[in-house]
């Protein structure tokens, strides 16, 4: 066996390092060796960083890239996004925003490398993961699968990326030196013939320069192939994630793949941010060990127009803002973590290096205070109607963004009644004879209005807004507006389905202003368009101070420049100098809900932590709420081990519930504090039960001002986030205890444990699990 394997592994390293003829000949190579990455044959470490041409104005491009090649990066990593570059069946994209090829050839000017992250599935915080929503039209489509329909368009995809890009290849002439291989797939599933396949689409789309795969540490098994290389994604502590890729690849040159230096923003959740000490002493030793590394994000940009994603579970769509807490922030400009690397990374240049000036930054201006003058009503400009008898999602009506109108005529008096309608994705604003009634919101599970009374004849509105469909996790299948049904519950508990719909698919793109909207003077609180204008000597760039305003988008002189929501974090938009005009810029605002003043201005800085809606709403645990444990029966106790390791704890028999308790008793360190990253049960033949239905029923303690620890993160699938008990301002002793409600009674045989990966801060050590039918006391 260990003849056979050395022989793979010589055959994968040959492999890696032949291309086939060049379509333009070229003396340049890039190869995999067994200690390292080898550059026309010498040894070579990376120093990447990532930055997605689809978040920065193409006038910009330039300058960010000669901003990375200041900092000390010798390549950028670049995502593609397959909803941009073909946005309906067989139509592709490679035009302004959406033109890699130019962004590849800049980069080359600028004296960087490119890796290349094709997809078909990308993530990084996109609508949908980077797939185009028109995959969900249908039905029963199994998406990172062998579906024969997935994997039919994952290859007229990939030949279209290859005829575009593969000629671009270092071996070609070009500047492209690794091609990605799908992304991060060991967090979604296991099947590693799925991953061959999208290989070999590439291969035969024309990539011969290296492929491979990232995962982060603990889900690295699920895809690693003997034939495909394999770099590790972490936020720190790169010795102990180094040893995983290490467990699963003996040999070859260590990468880590995606290295945070920050995080990204969710609404309704405090502004990330990363310790600049702590990324460059991990950074540091990723130097000295001469292991390459991609720093996730060195720019991170602006999800323009539609394009921020969501995760699920819990349900929590991204702000548009991306600027990551990044090295180079939003607008371009450096930062204290940019200046720190630079140096540290002048400490370790390769021979024939030298680090160029810094680029200055482009000019800033500010905006004086103005406001909308015009309104046009977004009942009074509805696109043509459909009727349905059944309510149907949005992409059954052809539609991919935006939002959607469902009315109806109620046929009964009735009081007291729920309007119950389930499965909203995302928001409902609900409507009684054009009066508005409720709000329903995803992120807190939100499915029943109550009515105090309805009368036969009364028109029924909901209006469902799409927030960016999940872009990580077990819920990509996300369709958008109302995906299951309506249901009026009376007071004696009798349901009846809602039929006899009159629909109006509100089509927002990224590109345009709705066209033949019908603005007047005036004013509203009802869903609207509102119109203004601004006069400027000079364009710069500039932040838009939206705070005054609800929950919509924002276009400028036709640019969508994204979503914004009073809850915050965020409460400015980067509006970049290129999308504006000296004399008359004109704004137009689509407000769900009206707030306000309603003025705008323009920042020279941007707003980024600002919540309004309050921290203490948000915690799982009530006001004077204490969990009572005294009478439950343990199920287990024992201890973790210390260190980032995925554990596994078995029980010596299989419980039965629908409530876990996890009681920490103490920590490794001796602090006061708790944390776990995530947390898995496991069924009775030992493997994972779905997390789909998990409700977090209490938690004793949740850092929410300080960092977004809250207990919703330890089934979020992102290693990186994580429980945490307070630490600012108090910091509550043990014992910590988090209750999980799973939805139904499951037989549970175990559970995986996964620690903090950054930091020992908050690791368990002694701990008692009690798994329970009903609710624990005072719950």
Known sequence: MKK????LLVCFYCTLAI??????????????????????????????????????????????????????????CAYLFWNVHEPKPNEFNWNDMADAAAFCKLAQEAGLYVILRPGPYSCAEWEFGGFPWWLLKKKDIKLRTQDPYYLERCKIYLKEVGRVLAPLQITNGGNIIMTQVENEYGSYGNDKEYIGKIRDYLVEAGFTIPLFTCDGPSQLKSDVRDDIFSVVNFGGNPEESFKYLRNIRAEGPLMCGEFYPGWFDSWGTKHHMGATGGVVKDIKYML???????????????????????????????????????????AGWTTDKFYALRKLFGQYLQEGETLPEVPAANPMITIAPFKTTEVAPLFSNLPASINSVQIKNMEEFDQGYGAILYRTKLTADAKNVDLNIKEVHDLAYIFINGKKMATLDRRRNESVCKLASIKNGDVLDILVEAMGRVNYGGHLHDRKGITQGVNIVDANGK??????????????????????????????????????????????????????????????????????WNIGPTQTMYLPGPWLKEGSNEVVLLDYIGRGKKGLQGLEKPILDSLTEKVENKKHRKEGQTLDISNAQTTYEGSFANGINQQTIKFSSTAEGRFFCIEALNSQNGRPYASIAELYLLDEKGKELPRSKWKIAYADSEELSGEDGKADNVFDLQSTSIWHTEWQGKAPKYPHYLVIDLGSNQKISGFKYLPRQDADNGRIKDYKIYITNTKFKGL
């Open 4 to 7: 056979i394997h050395l022989l």
């Open 19 to 76: 291309a086939q003829p060049p379509q333009v000949k070229s003396t340049n190579t890039f190869a995999i060796g067994k200690e390292s990455f080898l550059l026309n044959g010498k040894p070579f470490v990376i120093r990447c960083g990532e930055m997605h041409f689809a978040r920065v104005p193409r006038e910009y491009w330039q300058h960010r890239l000669q901003m990375a090649k200041a900092m000390g990066l010798n390549t950028v």
């Open 288 to 330: 000295d060990h001469k292991a390459s590394f991609s720093i996730y994000m060195a720019h991170g940009g602006t999800s323009f127009g539609l394009w921020s994603g969501a995760n699920c579970p819990p349900f929590l769509p991204q702000t548009s803002s991306y600027d990551y807490d990044a090295p180079i922030s939003e």
């Open 495 to 564: 349901s009846k389905s809602v039929e006899n719909w009159q629909v109006f698919p509100i089509e927002l793109n990224n590109n345009s202003i709705p066209a033949n909207l019908k603005f007047t003077s005036g004013k509203t609180d009802m869903p609207a368009f509102h119109k203004g204008t601004f006069t400027i000597s000079k364009p710069g760039d500039t932040y838009l101070d939206v705070s005054q305003w609800g929950k919509g988008l924002v276009w400028v002189n036709g640019h969508c420049l994204g979503r914004f």
